[in-house]
């Protein structure tokens, strides 16, 4: 039994990776990244820290990164306003071959609870390689804890007619992992991974 494990073992390993390159992606060439919340929808708030700040600074990484790479991108706020969901999906409607990232950091009764997720909208087959590719990255120079990617029926992905997804960037009830969302570079390194993810994404679509 031992012995045909140890010849399957080869095939399995080789089935997953085969399945990792049959990923699909997709070329975009603008990015509309949302930094959630604003004005007077502050978001989770918890140790000092607001979320609607944090979105917006992250935001701001994120899109010199891209920019470096020479991908367009629209914020749907560049100030602490409040915008409604639909104006912020209807943001992404403007432009082909667009994809929209939407970004937000968590919150939990449960203050123990931590780390990252990626979220889809629930049949979007794009969405979901997106998520996938974004939250293969999350966590990779950075010890957290990888909850994953999932279907959620989240309004702002639902009206976005383009492949969306919206990254939980960290607990902020989370003492431990609050105090490294208020550091600059927490959020440079969660930025850059978030584009990592974008840019492998675009290139399995090539």
Known sequence: MRRSLLILLPLILSGSLAADRALGGEVFNKVVIDPGHGGKDPGS???GLVEKHLTLDIAKRIEKLLIGKGIQVE?????????????????????????????????????????????????????????????SELGRRLVTRNRGFRPERLKVLELAPVTGVLVECGFLTN??????????????????????????????GE
């Open 75 to 135: 914020l749907t706020r560049r100030e602490d306003v409040f915008i409604e969901l639909a104006d912020r999906a209807a943001v992404a409607a403007n432009s082909p071959d667009t994809i929209l990232l939407s970004l937000h950091f968590n919150a939990h009764a449960d203050r123990s609870i931590s780390g990252t997720e990626t979220l889809y909208w629930p049949g979007s087959e794009s969405g979901r390689e997106l998520a996938s590719y974004v939250q």
């Open 175 to 204: 003492r431990w992992e609050s105090q490294r969302c208020g550091a600059e570079w927490f959020r440079q390194i969660v930025a850059e991974e978030i584009v990592q993810g974008l840019l492998r994404y675009r290139e399995a």
């Open 45 to 47: 708030v918890a140790f």
